[in-house]
């Protein structure tokens, strides 16, 4: 037996028969030994923690998990003990970042919590650690209270934040679980009233067994708010209801509005200074039914303004499109002889092309590829089936660049080469690298074109910006443009012809970003038909992190994988995505002169950089995208193999690929890069956008595979794998809002999978409401889920289709 042993039994022996003083000395022999084993410093730190040695425990329990120890033995111990002695906050992080804590929710969860006591940001932190979770949790009923314990913390994050509709979100994931949620029943009451949840207490059975679990004070509550709900309260309960005093802080705030609709519901009269403090209540829902119910049409300026706190509550979409149908802005026309045909792009991304017909005027929106399957090309064919030819069209427009809405463009001209096609100036210039690639991945018989018809298209495109007209036979088409927000050049348009106007926003985003700005429409705007698309529409993938947040994870992301010698790979849309993460790493190394890590772009990413910098000159921002240390990896290689490089840099690490394709596809450079780096453990691949699930992306996010193919080869995955939010479309919140603003007579929903349903873990009931929910339940006026190769017509009011299955 050797020292370290026998110190060892000695001291446990001794402890044993309550012999402590005799154990004292030997657990502090054995402290000043070395090569100490885990079950060793599992003992030490037991025995410094009951005499109360806090500085010897956070060193003896570093050792164990720098050696790999339970992290469930000991980071509890690690962090009540730092908690007690007050040591520095960077000693707790540093247990966070170093010890896989980040993937075991259960020793997470309370460095978070103590962490965002102390005031530190844990928000990012907290959005990983639900994800782990709910994969854990999908997996095995046994996570159900560690994951029922991360949601709740992070809804009271979210409302910190006052991101309402992102809070709703995780509390319904809770409040449908199909499971005994009695010990949390106070909890999940207390969060529904804060966000105006309650209703759903009311009307489901589950959550109505679940009230009689409720403490005294959270059942008062409930009883008085839901007579005052079905107008049944009396003015002595209301009087008694403002006189208590409520221990809850959330039910302490809500207590005033409460204060205010019960005086409603009795049928008193609300003080302009009592409407004045509901108004500081903006991000809930309540204050804006009160300020609403009492200034009828007047609040809604308010609502307007704050909508996206409360797009996601039905009652809110029904109220507001009621308001802006009484303000009856924008006189409403006969659509009767109006048709709209999705040739694409309706219930999935890719394809788009909308054919636009009025009273016999016919413009094409959009001529996109499919993004996946057989068939690239949209079927045309139903041109011929409703006997329109190229002569009958007057006109293509192409809203932005990206291929499944410009790539078709090319094939069309072929078949119909008078037909004008128009799009901005940036479009076009981008459209003649994009397009120009798309020969890499398929055959001219696969597209239905060769190089030879790109140019003589490009060469036909009329550049075009703000206001124009289209001749059309007797008439005229009267085009605008309004700058989308989704990349450069992108543009929503607004058709009118025959008194009836059609506004199809393309993808659009309302966020600026460090490359464009946000959608801006005129408050004026209102529309006949909305054709808009809705690509997060029931995902909620966009709503639940600022523009500034999201910057902060990716940076946070990188400098993680950095810090730990290994390389990050950023698949990315050549076109947009690229660029924004080039500017953001700019923007946050502004100070240096250069980038303390290497970064590299490759693929497609390189031409685009190269026409975004000549516009973003123009606009006077000075910041070039390929300065300060972005090399363009192909320098490096262009007289060797892309491989040598790839192994000789990779080898070195600390190193940020920014390459083409962002799903990852055969061939593409990010592919390329992605097999030497998916079996590095200290490595990382994260993806910045939309990824099909058709794609080997799709399948590593979502953590399905543990071998991935790449490239016709299979790769095991031991590299972190992560997604970063950086979202250039519209959220759900921002889709609702602008289609009820513009009034429109009817909403066309395309660019999405409209009706699917975000499924959680053994929850039950609409979780996450969709973009087509919230519209289809609470407008009076028709909401289409648009599909492909669908031709939809008006007749009195309403809207017919008919599908074409050729």
């Not at 109220?319 to 792009?345: A, N």
């Not at 390929?626 to 192909?634: C, D, F, P, V």
């Not at 490096?636 to 190193?655: A, P, T």
């Not at 030497?676 to 399948?699: L, P, T």
């Given at each position: ?19 402590f ?32 040695n ?6 003896l329990?570093?050792?164990?998990l ?10 509890p ?7 007690k ?15 896989g804590?980040?993937?075991q929710p ?14 530190e ?61 009695s ?5 999940l ?17 589950n ?73 500081q ?12 119910m ?5 609040g ?5 303004h ?62 996109g ?8 090309i949209?079927?045309?064919?139903l ?6 030819s190229?002569h ?47 020969f ?36 005229e088409?009267?085009v ?17 012809i ?28 209102h ?35 950095m810090?730990r ?32 890590f290497?970064v ?25 995208l ?9 320098s ?20 940020c ?5 962002g ?41 399905q ?30 889709v ?6 513009l009034?429109p007579?009817?909403?066309f ?6 009706e699917?349903?975000?499924s ?24 289409i ?7 939809y017509?008006?007749?009195r ?10």
């Open positions: 037996m050797g020292r370290n042993e026998e110190l060892f039994h000695k001291a446990v022996f001794l402890e044993n028969r309550h012999r003083q005799e154990a004292a000395f030997y657990y502090e022999e054995l402290a000043k030994q070395k090569d100490i084993t885990l079950d060793m410093l599992h003992a030490l730190v037991q025995y410094f923690y009951k005499i109360g806090y500085e010897k425990v956070l060193s329990a570093k050792e164990a720098e050696k790999g120890g339970d992290l469930e033995k000991f980071v111990i690690f962090v009540e003990v730092w908690r002695a007050g040591s520095k906050i960077e000693e707790l992080w540093g247990v966070y970042e170093q010890y804590v980040s993937k259960k020793v997470c969860l309370p460095i978070l919590q103590q962490l965002w006591a102390q005031g940001n844990v928000y990012l932190e907290a959005v990983e650690l639900c994800e782990v979770t709910e994969r854990l949790f999908a997996e095995s009923i046994a996570y159900q209270g560690i994951y029922m314990d991360v949601i709740l913390f992070l809804i009271v994050l979210e409302i910190e934040k006052e991101n309402f509709p992102q809070a709703r979100f995780h509390l319904r994931k809770l409040l449908f679980l199909q499971s005994d949620l010990n949390k029943a106070d909890e009451f207390v969060c529904s009233v804060k966000l105006d949840l309650l209703e759903e207490w009311w009307k489901n059975e959550l109505k067994n679940l009230s009689l679990c409720l403490c005294e004070e959270n059942w008062d509550f409930f009883l008085i708010v839901q007579k005052m709900h079905q107008r049944k309260i009396t003015k002595e309960e209301w009087q008694q209801f403002c006189q208590r005093t409520f221990v809850d802080p959330f039910l302490a705030e809500k207590q005033f509005l409460y204060m205010v609709y019960g005086k409603l519901a009795i049928g008193e009269e609300i003080s302009s200074q009592e409407i004045e403090k509901v108004k209540f903006h991000t809930h829902w309540l204050a804006a039914k009160i300020v609403v009492v200034d009828g049409l007047k809604y300026d308010f609502l307007h704050h909508f996206i706190h409360y797009a996601d509550v039905g009652e809110s979409v029904r109220i507001f499109h009621r308001l802006e149908k009484t303000r009856g802005i924008g006189k409403k026309h006969d659509l009767d002889q109006v048709t709209i045909t999705v040739l694409g792009g309706g219930e999935k991304i890719g394809g788009s092309s909308i054919l636009i017909s009025v009273k016999g005027h016919h413009i094409l929106l959009d001529a590829i499919y993004l996946e399957g057989e068939n690239v949209p079927n045309y064919a041109l011929d089936q409703l006997n329109i190229g009958d069209i007057d006109a293509l427009i192409i809203t932005h660049a990206h291929i499944d809405h410009s790539a078709a463009a090319p094939y069309l001209h072929r078949k119909y080469p008078n037909m004008p096609i128009y799009a901005t100036e940036e479009t076009k210039q981008l459209m003649e690298v994009i397009l120009a690639d798309l890499k991945q398929y055959r001219a018989e696969e597209i239905g074109f060769d190089e030879a018809d790109l140019y003589k298209t490009l060469e036909h495109i009329k550049c075009v910006r703000h206001s124009f007209f289209i001749p059309s036979k007797d008439d088409w009267k605008t443009f309004y700058y989308a927000g989704h990349i450069l050049g992108a543009v929503a348009v607004l058709l009118e025959k008194g009836v106007s059609i506004f199809y926003t393309g993808d659009f985003s309302i966020t600026d970003q460090k490359t464009v700005k946000g959608m801006v429409l005129p408050s004026n705007l529309v006949d038909v909305l054709i808009t698309e809705n690509t997060y529409g029931s995902l909620p993938m966009n709503a639940c992190m600022s523009r500034k947040e999201q910057e902060e994870q990716l940076i946070k992301q990188i400098k993680k994988v810090d010698g290994g390389n990050i790979l950023i698949p990315a849309f050549a076109l947009g995505r690229a660029q924004e993460i080039i500017l953001i790493l700019h923007e946050y190394f502004q100070s240096n002169r250069f980038f303390p290497f590299y772009i490759d693929g497609l990413v390189v031409e685009v950089s190269h026409i975004y910098d000549s516009y973003l000159s123009l606009e006077g921002k000075h910041v070039s390929l300065t300060k240390g972005i090399w363009e990896a192909r490096f290689y262009r007289q060797g193999s892309l491989e040598e490089f790839i192994e000789r840099v990779m080898s070195q690490g600390k190193n690929i920014i390459a083409s394709s799903m990852l596809a055969d061939g593409s450079a990010s592919s390329r890069y992605a097999e030497r780096i998916v079996s590095d453990k200290k490595s990382a691949i994260a993806f910045s956008g939309y990824v099909d699930e058709e794609s080997a992306g799709h399948s590593l996010l979502n953590h595979v543990n071998m991935v193919k790449l490239n016709g080869r299979l790769y095991a995955v031991e590299a972190e794998i992560l997604s970063i939010r950086l979202s250039a479309h519209a959220s759900r919140e921002e609702i809002k602008n289609a009820v603003s009034n007579s009817a909403v929903l395309v660019h999405g999978d409209h699917r349903k975000y959680v873990p053994r929850s039950q009931g609409e979780v996450y409401p969709t973009v087509f929910s919230l519209l289809k339940n609470n407008m009076t006026v028709p909401v889920a648009a599909k492909n190769h669908t031709v017509t008006f007749l009011g309403e809207v017919f289709e008919w599908r074409y299955n050729g």
